[in-house]
């Protein structure tokens, strides 16, 4: 691996993580783990980042590095990992031969970067076959060993609220450093990246009154009590496209407060999750709507934000 183009970069570029807005302790905490050639886990909720900031890594590497992607699911297997004996081969050279051996997907990481993501998605045999690899750089498929040098940067993803997940062993974690993203700091951040990476819609126009309007709710049901699961910053990308494609379907340049109400149960609703203690007395559709109207539409506060665009 070109340790020394990363070290380079990571010492010398002000902010090479420029794919992400914000998140600056996050930032430095992976150039430390970087320079001192350390696996990392990015732990916190969907639509943070974690993904883009594993590619952004990717590229301090360069073009030529490879970039593997592997998505933990509880179906994955360690030979679809690590490889399988070929039975076609099997046949012609012997079925302990290293030739009837068909590598997996982590070899092709070698010289770049693994990236696993949702790796507490996987179950317990996967993270075995991972302790392995990262300890002794050897893996063992069925009755043989097969030894491999192979040098890559492992990146992995953990969502801690997600519930569907096998629990991951503390041997496995030890191999790791672990460090934690969060939702964008203020919301300033997060209208820069809604800016940055929404799309823009046939020109149609966002106010910025109406663009902090949209942030300001999604990031109040983040600070909601009643929510297990919160809105990511995704949330507030669909409100600003829907509001687009609205305005556009309603023939007007520019969005209105109404295109922002219409859209907001079917962009925000399968995103939160409400605690029991809620959500057996009322559909998270029932309470999106309800929360809107009484945090936006009846809010006083906000009226400078609708002005005259009702």
Do not use: W
Request: hydrophobic share 40%; proline share 4%.
């Amino acid at each position: 691996m070109n340790t020394k183009e990363l070290n380079k970069n990571l010492l010398h570029e002000k902010d090479p993580f420029t794919d992400i807005i914000g998140q600056d302790m996050v930032k430095k905490a992976i150039k430390s783990a970087l320079l001192s050639d350390r696996h990392i886990i990015l732990v916190g909720p969907p639509g943070i980042g974690k993904t883009t900031l594993a590619k952004n890594i990717a590229k301090l590497l360069g073009k030529k590095i490879p970039f593997i992607r592997i998505q933990g699911s509880p179906d994955l297997t360690v030979e679809d990992l690590l490889g399988d004996i070929d039975p076609i081969k099997a046949l012609k050279y012997g079925p302990l031969s290293i030739e009837a051996f068909t590598k997996g997907k982590i070899f092709k990481a070698d010289k770049g970067i693994l990236f696993f993501d949702e790796l507490n998605r996987c179950p317990e045999k996967v993270q075995n076959a991972l302790l392995q690899v990262l300890e002794e750089k050897k893996a063992t498929i069925g009755s043989y060993d097969v030894d491999f040098d192979i040098d890559f940067i492992f990146i992995g993803t953990m969502n801690p609220e997600d519930t569907s997940t096998e629990k991951l062993s503390d041997v496995l974690l030890d191999r790791f450093d672990l460090i934690y993203m969060h939702y964008p700091e203020n919301i300033d951040i997060e209208k820069e990246i809604i800016i940055k990476k929404g799309k823009k819609i046939d020109n149609a126009n966002v106010s910025n009154k109406l663009l902090e309007l949209m942030t300001y709710f999604v990031r109040l049901l983040r600070e909601d009590k009643n929510l297990e699961k919160k809105p990511s910053v995704r949330a507030s990308l669909g409100l600003y496209e829907r509001s687009q494609s609205n305005a556009i379907l309603n023939k007007r340049s520019s969005i209105t407060f109404n295109d922002i109400k219409d859209v907001v149960i079917s962009v925000i609703a399968h995103r939160i999750r409400l605690k029991p203690s809620i959500k057996y007395l009322q559909s998270p559709e029932a309470y999106i709507k309800e929360q809107f109207e009484k945090n936006i539409v009846e809010d006083d506060v906000l009226e400078e934000k609708k002005g005259d665009l009702l």
